[in-house]
């Protein structure tokens, strides 16, 4: 059985030769660091805004949901169990920022 040559799968110094890099645009040394900070401040207003825009909607969700239930006997209640005329409305406390409008 003859063997087949091992050179011709090996490959040759001439087709290395021939192979080049895949040009890259060269940007100028301002658009280099204008670009990466243009990118990224496009990306965290893209976030900011697709988070700002759930919330937004999440919260007139649940302001219809609390709107039905906030009766004068619940809101009664509310207080007698808080003892806000004491304690002081826990709607109203610094750490109760997310339910600022």
């Known amino acids: 059985m003859a063997i087949a040559h091992p050179q ?4 040759h110094m001439q087709t290395a030769a021939k192979a080049t890099a895949p040009s890259v645009a060269k940007l100028g040394p301002i658009a280099s660091k204008i670009l990466p900070a243009v990118v990224t401040a496009g990306a965290i207003y893209t976030v900011g805004s ?7 909607r999440e919260a007139g969700t649940m302001d219809k949901i609390f ?3 906030n009766t004068p006997e ?3 209640a ?7 005329e004491t304690n002081g409305d826990p ?5 109760n920022f997310l339910g600022w409008s």
């Open 8 to 11: 011709a799968f090996r490959p």
């Open 50 to 56: 697709y988070v700002h825009s759930q919330l937004t």
């Open 67 to 69: 709107a039905q239930q």
């Open 74 to 76: 619940v809101e009664e």
């Open 78 to 84: 509310r207080r007698k169990a808080l003892l806000v």
């Open 91 to 95: 709607r109203n406390n610094l750490l």
